[in-house]
């Protein structure tokens, strides 16, 4: 039996543009010191770890590999996807290269999460358990009633339910309630209790994923196959239906990164980036802000983005756009 | 006789920084479908007058050299101004070059003006009066309650009086009132009448001015000897103070140019350097603007301004904070 900790590096983080772009995915991004999110999340998980499984795109795979590299890691698993077929089937290609008593956890590589000693009480509880034959998901908790995440009710270790993004009223009524957790997208379990359970609520989606994962060509998955797999997150595929959930409370400091709100908050005040209530990203120039408040300004070589922190998230609208409008502004 | 444009090309613009600097102020910048205010500005005038003097400084004299020559405009006589002495010297200078029975049109060169028969009939009118003997100012149609103007209190072209920077309840009395205009800095008179009025009103500034003017090596004027000038306006000197004043009330399209909203105000909504009520400004980028309203962004090859079109007035400050911090950035 060995731990396993299966990193899912897929995604460009379309509410980071213009610093995201499909050449250059969130996750990859050295926003940290020098260091990408991705890196951090190597890192984090290698003490906990016997084994690393990357599974990622055909568009990622080389930066993830450079990363690795340059962090002097050599010995690791790679499953390339040919095309996004979501989170329960890349989860699935990491069950079946593991043996089936071997632990997987599995982490996004997009999240900054503070490596203390609560992450490590976490990530061993949920090992223990994970031994002791349960599906387990980390749930976080909540600081603010967000409404871009999922929430747990939870009992201790036990899940009473999932609850899907809320309204702001709904989630206020979560936080405030003290029994919600955030749905962190971190999980632990038996590679082989995994697919067990995913041939059972997902039988389709598993008999697709093994084919493509037994037909595959070294490490890379064919894409025609992968065509058929159902696009299906893990929560919705297993997660939310299997009877041998449980929940692992956690109190680390988190973040998804998912916007440059996030960022923001994730840069201390004296960070000469800032002025004021203001941010600037990824110049070299001079940035003066004059009567305005709660701007991130970005700068590339091709694009500058002025966002109020507060519509971080519309971020999105204008990738969405830029795709539909001028690509190349996005590659 | 002859009617001459004595041109004032002194100043940077600060409030106009990042693209404004000491070695490209703003009235050499080509905003204006390629033009520069001070292109546009000699083009505008050469119609009404015999001669073209240009008075400036030494920052400045080859900037408006570079200008003329692209014009094709090779008659004009220069005063190069060794350190900046405010517009009453500067204008004594030019009286100083021409002869006592020539009129000086003395307009500044960084002034947007829809150059349309209004503009034509109020030169006109300002020439016929000079030529009577009157000392001229043009004072113009108050659009808005601006607060950043002096004001002339008038009847027909008889001045009751000359109102400084007025409050912005009195600002408002004063457009509501229809009796005010604002005061242009432009001005019409005969040069040894200017002279006369300068020598009775500002003696000691007359005294320095024409020591100054005899010993210019060529065209330029020796530093020394002008630190000896007192730095006053010509409002101040002459204008509010003479029996001989008139005032000739005008209805062109004009604007100082004076910040980035009035820069806003002058570009078309439909220039795709507006994106709603948003605009950039000398940037070959994508800008992209999100949850945000009224913003000027500003790109050079150094520096970024991003400045609510509200504040634009305190572009200003950072000039001066620069000035003291980090002068390579004004250079």
């Known amino acids: 039996m060995k731990i396993i900790n299966a990193v899912l590096s897929g995604g460009v983080g379309s509410r980071l543009w213009p610093l995201s772009r499909k050449s250059r995915p969130k996750q990859y991004l050295p926003l940290f010191n020098g260091k990408s999110l991705f890196e951090l999340t190597i890192e984090r998980n290698r003490s ?9 795109g055909i568009d990622n795979y080389n930066l993830s590999r450079g990363i690795l590299e340059k962090s002097g890691i050599t010995q690791f698993k790679e499953i390339v996807e040919a095309c996004p077929r979501n989170t329960a089937a890349a989860i699935a290609f990491a069950a079946f290269q593991a043996e089936p008593e071997d632990i997987l956890l599995v982490t996004p590589s997009d999240h900054l999460i503070n490596n203390n000693e609560m992450y490590q009480n976490a990530v061993d ?3 223990a358990l994970a031994k002791d034959g349960y599906i387990v998901t980390f ?13 747990i009710e939870y009992d201790g270790n036990e899940v009473i339910s999932f609850r899907e993004k809320p309204s702001r009223e709904m989630a206020e009524v979560f936080v405030s309630s003290g029994n919600f957790l955030w749905n962190s997208g971190m999980f632990c379990f038996k590679a082989g209790l995994y697919l067990d359970e995913l041939q059972i609520h997902e039988p389709e989606l598993f008999d697709a994923s093994k084919i493509v994962f037994n037909k595959k060509n070294g490490i890379y998955l064919n894409e025609l196959l992968s065509m ?9 595929a297993v997660m939310e239906r299997t009877e041998k959930i449980k929940v692992i409370p956690s109190f680390f400091e988190w973040s998804d990164m998912g ?5 923001y908050e994730n840069i201390l005040d004296n960070d000469p980036r800032k002025s004021g209530s203001n941010l600037s990203l990824n110049t070299h120039k001079l940035v003066e802000f004059v009567g305005v408040e709660n ?14 922190k507060d519509n971080a998230q519309d971020v999105k609208k204008v990738y969405e756009r830029l795709e539909k409008e001028n690509p190349s502004y996005l590659k």
């Open 48 to 56: 906990f770890c016997d084994e690393l499984y990357l599974i990622g």
């Open 228 to 236: 058929n797999i159902p696009s299906i997150s893990v929560d919705y």
């Open 125 to 127: 509880a949920a090992i």
């Open 139 to 151: 749930g976080l908790q909540p600081k603010t009633p967000e409404t871009g995440f999922g929430y």
């Open 259 to 263: 916007s440059f709100l996030a960022i």
């Open 295 to 308: 701007l991130i300004l970005v700068e590339t070589e091709d694009a500058i983005l002025v966002v109020n």
